[in-house]
C-alpha cells in the first residue's frame, strides 16, 4: 500500500501480529536443603576425636556393602550422605546467636493463635455474623498482646539498666573483652622490673591540698612533688612514655631486657611508635629499636578503644565514633525504629542505651571544637543520606 505521496515508490507495510505474554517462572526450592552445622565444636579437640571416629566407623561399614559392584556416583552420594549425616549427628546444627522476642513469650502467644485458628475454622463452616464478630475480637486482641509483648521485650523490665535490651540489639557490637589474669601479672611484673632504678619518662609535678588547680602553686618548693610516669598499663592495654628520643630507646631497651628475663620477646609487628611533635618542628623522629629491628612509624593508634593522633586532635576519633554510632542506628533500622507496633518511649530507651553511649562515652576528657560539633551535625543531615541519617537526625531533634 502506497503512501500519502502516490509519486513515492516506499511501500506501508501493515502486519497483524498476535502476542502472548508469558510471565517468569518462579525458581524451584532446591530439594536439598542448606544443611549448616554447628562447627564451633571443633574448637575442642574432644569433638574432632568424635567426629574423626564417627566417621571412620560409618565409612568402613559402609565398605562392605555391596562391595566393587557399585558405580561410582554411588559410591560417591553414599559417602557425602554417610559423612554428612554423621556430622549432624555429632556436631549438630547452629543456634541462633540473636534471640528474638518471640520464643520467650511462646507459651502465651500459642494458646491465642489456637483459639484465633479455632474461631477462624469455625466461620469457614458457618459464615455467620456471630463468627464475623468473633473472629475479629480475637484478631485484635492478638495483635494487642503482640504489641505488648514486644514492647516489653525491648523494655529492659527485670532491672533499672539498660542492658538487656543492648545485649540483645548488639550482641557482637559491643563484645565485652575476655583478658588473661596471668598474662596481666606478668605485664605487671614485667613494668615492675623495668622501672627499678629507672629515672626516664614524663615528670608531672603536682600537690596534694586544695590549691592543686593554681598553677602558681606547683612553683613552691614545699608541698609539692614529681611523679615520673613512663608505663600506661590498664588490662592488657600497656603503653611507654617519654619526653625524647632518647629516653624512650632507654625504656624499651630496659624493657625488653625485663622481658627477656621472664622468657618473654616484643613483638615487633604489633608495637607501634607514635612520635608527638612540639610545634613548628617536622612530625618525622628518629628509629626507635628492639633488638636491633625498627618499630614501626604511626600517625594514629588506638589505645583503649580511643584513636590517638601524634597531633593531639580528636578529629579522627570523632569520626570513628560518628560511623560506629550511624551503623549501630542503622542495625536497628527495620527491627525497631521503622516498627510501628513498638512505642516511642521505648525505641527512645533503647536509643539512650544502645547509640547514644557509642557517641558519648568519656566525651568529657577529649578536647572539642566547633568544627566537631558541625562534623557531627552534617554526619546526621537528612540532605546527606536520606536512610539511616535521616532518621537519626529526626531522632536527635
Same mark, same amino acid.
Given at each position: ?16 501480529? &498476535? @502476542?502472548? $505474554?508469558?510471565?517468569? %517462572?518462579?525458581?524451584? +526450592?532446591?530439594?536439598? +536443603? ?26 568402613? #561399614? ?7 559392584? &557399585? ?19 555429632? $556436631? ?13 513469650? *511462646? ?14 475454622? %469455625?466461620?469457614?463452616?458457618?459464615? !455467620? ?11 485484635? /486482641?492478638?495483635? %494487642?498482646? =503482640?504489641?505488648?509483648? /514486644?514492647?516489653?521485650?525491648?523494655? +529492659?523490665?527485670? !532491672? ?10 548488639? @550482641? ?34 603536682? %600537690? ?18 614529681? $611523679?615520673?610516669?613512663?608505663?600506661? =598499663?590498664?588490662?592488657? *592495654? #600497656? ?64 589505645? $583503649? ?14 569520626? @570513628? ?17 521503622? &516498627? ?15 547509640? =547514644?553511649?557509642?557517641? =558519648? ?18 554526619? !546526621?543531615?537528612? !540532605? ?9 537526625? &529526626?531522632?536527635?531533634?
Amino acid at each position: 500500500m502506497r503512501g500519502a505521496e502516490c509519486s513515492t515508490d516506499h511501500y506501508v507495510v501493515r502486519s497483524q501480529l &498476535r @502476542l502472548q $505474554l508469558i510471565f517468569p %517462572r518462579r525458581k524451584e +526450592p532446591s530439594k536439598t +536443603p542448606s544443611m549448616k552445622l554447628n562447627t564451633g565444636k571443633l574448637k575442642s579437640e574432644k569433638h574432632q576425636q568424635a567426629l574423626e571416629a564417627a566417621i571412620t566407623a560409618t565409612l568402613e #561399614s559402609a565398605d562392605n556393602i555391596g562391595g566393587e559392584a &557399585r558405580k561410582v556416583e554411588q559410591m560417591w552420594t553414599h559417602m557425602k550422605e554417610t559423612v554428612l549425616s554423621t556430622a549432624v549427628g555429632v $556436631l549438630g546444627r547452629p543456634l541462633r546467636k540473636t534471640p528474638d522476642w518471640f520464643p520467650e513469650k *511462646e507459651e502465651r502467644i500459642q494458646p491465642l493463635l489456637d483459639e484465633k485458628t479455632r474461631i477462624y475454622n %469455625r466461620h469457614m463452616r458457618e459464615n !455467620s455474623a456471630a463468627t464475623i464478630i468473633a473472629f475479629s475480637e480475637i484478631k485484635a /486482641k492478638l495483635q %494487642r498482646e =503482640l504489641r505488648a509483648m /514486644k514492647d516489653k521485650w525491648w523494655t +529492659p523490665h527485670r !532491672s533499672g539498666r539498660h542492658q538487656n535490651s543492648v545485649e540483645r540489639a548488639f @550482641l557482637k557490637l559491643a563484645k565485652p573483652a575476655r583478658h588473661s589474669r596471668s598474662k596481666i601479672i606478668v605485664i605487671a611484673t614485667v613494668l615492675e622490673t623495668m622501672g627499678a632504678n629507672l629515672n626516664k619518662g614524663v615528670c608531672i609535678k603536682t %600537690r596534694s591540698d586544695r590549691k592543686l588547680f593554681n598553677l602558681l602553686t606547683l612553683k613552691a618548693s614545699s608541698k609539692t612533688r614529681e $611523679l615520673c610516669e613512663r608505663e600506661l =598499663l590498664y588490662a592488657d *592495654e #600497656s603503653a611507654l612514655v617519654a619526653i625524647s628520643h632518647l629516653d624512650i630507646q632507654g625504656i624499651v631497651d630496659r624493657f625488653s631486657a625485663a622481658a627477656a628475663l621472664f622468657g618473654l620477646k616484643i613483638n615487633v609487628s604489633r608495637t607501634e611508635l607514635l612520635y608527638h611533635p612540639p610545634p613548628d618542628e617536622p612530625s618525622e623522629c628518629q628509629e626507635v629499636l628492639v633488638d636491633g629491628d625498627a618499630l614501626k612509624k604511626s600517625r594514629h593508634l588506638t589505645y $583503649l578503644g580511643s584513636a590517638v593522633m601524634n597531633t593531639n586532635s580528636a578529629d579522627l576519633e570523632v569520626d @570513628l565514633r560518628t560511623q560506629t554510632a550511624a551503623k549501630a542506628f542503622g542495625s536497628l533500622q527495620k527491627r525497631l525504629w521503622s &516498627r510501628h507496633d513498638i512505642k516511642r518511649k521505648t525505641k527512645v530507651k533503647v536509643y539512650n542505651a544502645a547509640i =547514644l553511649p557509642r557517641l =558519648l562515652y568519656s566525651v568529657e576528657s577529649m578536647t572539642l571544637y566547633q568544627r566537631h560539633i558541625k562534623k557531627t551535625i552534617q554526619s !546526621s543531615d537528612p !540532605s546527606s543520606a536520606p536512610d539511616t541519617r535521616d532518621t537519626m537526625a &529526626r531522632w536527635c531533634t
